[in-house]
């Protein structure tokens, strides 16, 4: 409970948590109800966790997919004497640990995060004797940011996480910031802890596949009919929307495309996008076929807008018309069209639009700095690869020749700063080299950037000039996602239109120069997603 006289040593919360235990089941639920009612003061909810602290002489090996999982140092190998802190305390290098194995290896928790849509089951092996603890989140409705939020697992300690609310990956834009007197109530979970064992220690291993077999088991009984709280809605008390996506692009096909594998869901209605910054309501997500048909289940009853990403096309959509559920309802919504922002024809373009800079160059990590787990997959996931930027070019910035460059081997995966002394950085500014045949003076040419992560950076874009005060884009400081410290490949998204002129065109080479300005740190910078630039609208639609 909560009342005035705690004020400043509580949160002002009423914090409803509910444990539930069922016989015969090796394991146990978890949830929670919070609420801020009308008499409680403003208040910034940053982090809502469950967190285990597992016994550090059985647990030493760690699981979080498929092929992430690997033996773990020790939280004594992080201590002074044994670790040497990195650039924040998170991140150690291991010079002395108990298990030489171990020695020269970086460890940092956010190595081992996960997308929220992946972040289902992970957790810890224990080989004498032979147990596993796993915990296991079957829906993401109570979870913030959407389904490509990314967020702790597990870690050294050995800890094991179940997350409800952070800020992770997104900055302040995901804290949940409450007015005073204002009225929120939401249900987080519940979660299921799973516990098992085997008796011959050589096929401890087999544990995890026995927790992703437990994982289905979880989703599939999602929602759960136990929960005796009024707050938790039962599948009856739910709803389905179901429907077509398409995409229409006329300068692709004449035809709509179906929007294939794309990523389609309810959150609070908002803006386009709206849906990676959104942190008090539910959210519900699924994924379209080939065919781009989807259908969403067990939605609780409440007014949404119906958001879409799709893979190979930039921006976001957004079905106009806000969605009202009821109890047991079933919305046929037909088909359903996202026009991508487009205003020509694409004259070049850099990156995949997926949301991820994983396509582009991402450098070996230095050998001083490596943690073994990534030395053959997902190298973005290695320590202090921002700085390999300024190895790579110590004098002269990035310069990308449209044409002749590969973005997969001549386009680094961050623009970052280069740091020229004792803490004290400069800017970056990348150059695109190109070249335009005929030139139409009197049209109106558009790039499109299109940002993976932002941290604390300032964009700007020039063309041809790159000494103007006026820049054609100027951001100001955006984003506080920290993907590039946290060994992410993306964080929030951000798409800018900047118009040129044909008269700031010329008729041979012509040079783009984007600019981050910020220099405060290591870690102000951005990853792209994809960049392009359209030429004039096409009068005939056969070109």
């Not at 002489?57 to 997919?65: L, N, P, Q, R, S």
């Not at 990676?276 to 065919?291: A, P």
């Not at 110590?394 to 002394?421: C, H, M």
Request: glycine share 8%.
């Amino acid at each position: 409970m909560w009342s005035p006289q705690v004020q400043g040593e509580q949160a002002p919360l009423y914090i409803d948590r509910r444990f539930v235990v069922f016989r015969d089941v090796p394991g146990f639920y978890s949830y929670a109800i919070f609420e801020h009612t009308k008499d409680m003061p403003a208040f910034h909810l940053n982090t809502t966790r469950i967190a285990f602290m597992l016994n550090k002489e059985k647990f030493h090996y760690m699981v979080i997919t498929d092929d992430r999982q690997r033996f773990m140092p020790s939280a004594e190998d992080r201590l002074p004497g044994r670790g040497e802190p990195l650039a924040y305390p998170e991140a150690v290098l291991l010079v002395d640990p108990i298990e030489p194995e171990f020695k020269g290896e970086v460890d940092d928790k956010y190595q081992y995060s996960l997308e929220n849509k992946d972040n289902q089951v992970h957790g810890w092996i224990s080989f004498d004797p032979p147990v596993g603890f796993w915990q296991i989140t079957p829906s993401n409705e109570f979870r913030t940011g959407g389904p490509f939020k990314q967020d702790l697992t597990s870690h050294v300690n050995p800890t094991t996480l179940a997350i409800f609310l952070t800020s992770h990956y997104a900055g302040t834009e995901l804290l949940v910031k409450f007015e005073t007197g204002e009225e929120w109530k939401k249900v987080l979970g519940p979660v299921f802890t799973y516990f098992n064992s085997i008796s011959d220690k050589d096929m401890a291993l087999s544990l995890w596949d026995d927790a992703k077999r437990q994982m289905n088991e979880e989703i599939e009984s999602w929602p759960y009919s136990f929960p005796t709280s009024e707050e938790f809605p039962k599948c009856d008390q739910r709803g389905v929307v179901r429907g077509r996506l398409l995409v229409q692009d006329r300068y692709l096909s004449k035809e709509n495309l179906p929007g294939k594998v794309a990523s389609v869901g309810l959150a609070a209605p908002g803006d386009a996008g709206s849906w990676q910054r959104e942190n008090k309501g539910y959210q519900f997500w699924t994924t379209t076929d080939e065919d781009g048909c989807f259908v969403i289940k067990n939605i609780r009853a409440g007014s949404y807008n119906l958001y879409g990403v799709v893979p190979g096309f930039i921006g976001d959509y957004k079905y106009e018309v806000v969605i009202t559920l009821t109890e047991g309802c079933d919305i046929e919504l037909g088909e359903i069209v996202y026009e991508p922002p487009r205003d020509g024809p694409t004259l070049w373009e850099i990156g995949i639009p997926d949301r991820s800079a994983a396509e582009f160059y991402i450098p070996d990590p230095n050998p001083k700095y490596v943690n073994k787990l990534y030395l053959n997959q997902d190298k973005f996931r290695q320590y202090g690869l921002w700085e390999r930027y300024a190895e790579l070019y110590p004098e002269n910035d990035l310069v990308y020749t449209v044409g002749v460059s590969d973005y997969q081997k001549d386009w680094f995966f961050a623009q970052v700063n280069r740091e020229i002394g004792d803490n004290v950085y400069q800017s970056s500014t990348w150059q695109i080299k190109f070249k335009i045949g005929n030139v139409d003076q009197g049209g109106t040419y558009t790039l499109r950037v299109a940002l993976a992560a932002s941290n604390h950076a300032e964009l700007q874009v020039r063309i041809n000039d790159p000494t103007t005060d006026l820049p054609l884009l100027s951001t100001g400081e955006i984003g506080g996602d920290n993907a590039i410290a946290r060994h992410a490949i993306h964080g929030i998204y951000w798409l800018f239109t900047v118009t040129i002129r044909g008269s700031l065109l010329l008729g041979g080479e012509n040079t783009i120069f984007l600019t981050q300005a910020k220099t405060a740190n290591a870690f102000q910078g951005i990853m792209y997603d994809y960049i392009r630039l359209e030429g004039p609208s096409c009068q005939n639609e056969n070109l």
